[in-house]
């Protein structure tokens, strides 16, 4: 199983871009998953940013986009979106979303057991 990454791009700083990650397996539902979004820099380790409860009531943001990203999920369309508003170049990162089979909305990598290959985010000053 593997999830797919979509809406990553160039912006300048103060724009916006919507990711969006579905699943590559029909079969795979990720409605049964708490999800997450990570990002990770070259050379440094990946980052939590946000992560969503199963029914979508429950959502964790990273300080740093605290109030400027918002995670959401459309259950029907086995579809998870990252909302990114009043984008820093300190956003730059390749962005992976990830599924966790735990059925617990966890903050750490480890705990997650789905992962996209990820998709370029690039904020320019």
């Known amino acids: 199983v593997q999830l797919v990454e979509s809406g990553g791009g160039l912006v300048q700083a103060g724009g916006s871009l919507r990711l969006s990650c579905t699943a590559s397996?029909?079969?795979?539902?990720?409605?049964?998953?708490?999800m997450g979004w990570f990002r990770q820099v070259l050379g440094k380790e990946r980052e939590f940013v946000a992560a969503i409860s199963k029914s979508g009531s429950v959502t964790y943001y990273a300080d740093s986009v605290k109030g400027r990203f918002t995670i959401s999920r459309d259950n029907a369309k086995n579809t998870v979106y990252l909302q990114m508003n009043g984008l820093k170049p300190e956003d730059t990162a390749v962005y992976y979303c990830?599924?966790?089979?735990?059925?617990?909305?966890?903050?750490?990598?480890?705990?997650?057991?789905?992962w996209g290959q990820g998709t370029q985010v690039t904020v320019s000053s």
């Open positions: 990830a599924a966790d089979e735990s059925f617990t909305v966890s903050t750490t990598p480890i705990d997650y057991d789905y």
């Open positions: 397996v029909r079969t795979f539902s990720s409605s049964r998953y708490p």
